[in-house]
């Protein structure tokens, strides 16, 4: 990752519009010092907001991310190694924001899609507690419409999870999760769309999404 500003747990709190993004901080190095140290005092993950680990207050931005997974079924590196930037900034190319989806690793138990979700990066960040650093993403997290794919193409169908109030539902997530970026084509329903809508603003206007399996042989191996 490529630094780009150091700001207050605030600061990003106000930039994401997450007003409760300190409890997510603090559940979410909760989480990981439950799953690191088994042995931790349980006083570190209990869940009363006096009890949860004390958050650094400076985070650290990132516009995008490394993702290097083995492929070796696309034309790669040696051994079938492959790497892809996974992009989270407000401006690309002065020609508006873009915020990539990715597959996350849910399940390493289940086969495909089952065992992966979907999610789109708002923005990639480190923060540390007590003295550990964690690499994070904070995510829009998109739910299956079915049990099975689309009987149609093949795809599995998608749509952005929200609150009543519309707003989306967020979540962070360590790096480590994030498998490679994921290929979302709309599903643009029986009318005609209007002319010159941007394209930093497709994964805005969809109801639901495809998961675009045959975007490369890797894709089409893991999102079955």
């Known amino acids: 990752m490529l630094s780009a500003a150091v700001v207050s747990t605030d600061e990003l709190a106000h930039l994401l519009d997450e007003p409760d ?3 997510k901080l603090r559940s979410f190095s909760a989480d990981q010092i439950r ?7 349980v006083s570190l993950v209990d869940n009363s907001d006096n009890q ?3 958050i650094d207050n400076l985070i650290t931005l990132y ?19 492959h790497s892809e930037r996974i992009r989270a900034t407000a401006n690309w190319r002065n020609e508006g924001p873009r915020y990539d989806t990715v597959f996350v690793n849910m399940n390493p138990n289940e086969d495909g899609m089952r065992g992966l979700d979907i999610a789109r990066v708002k923005q990639f960040f480190s923060f540390r507690s007590q003295g550990r650093l964690y690499p994070c993403a904070i995510v829009q997290w ?9 009987e149609d193409t093949g795809m599995w169908i998608v749509e952005p999870d ?10 962070i997530i360590h790096l480590d999760t994030i498998v490679r970026s994921s290929h ?22 969809f109801h639901s999404y ?3 399996k045959y975007i490369d042989h890797h894709a089409f191996e893991i999102a079955f």
């Open 210 to 212: 495809y998961v675009n």
């Open 35 to 41: 799953a690191s140290d088994t042995n931790s005092d």
């Open 52 to 54: 949860f680990p004390e």
């Open 162 to 171: 929200v609150c009543e109030d519309g707003k989306s539902i967020t979540d």
């Open 63 to 81: 516009p995008s991310a490394v993702a290097i997974y083995f492929a070796p079924s696309d034309l790669s590196g040696i051994g079938g190694m």
């Open 142 to 150: 998109y739910s299956r419409c079915g049990d099975e794919p689309d």
């Open 184 to 205: 979302l084509i709309a599903v643009y329903g029986n009318k005609p769309l209007p002319k010159g809508i941007p394209l930093c603003y497709t994964l805005d206007l």
């Open 21 to 23: 993004l300190i409890d």
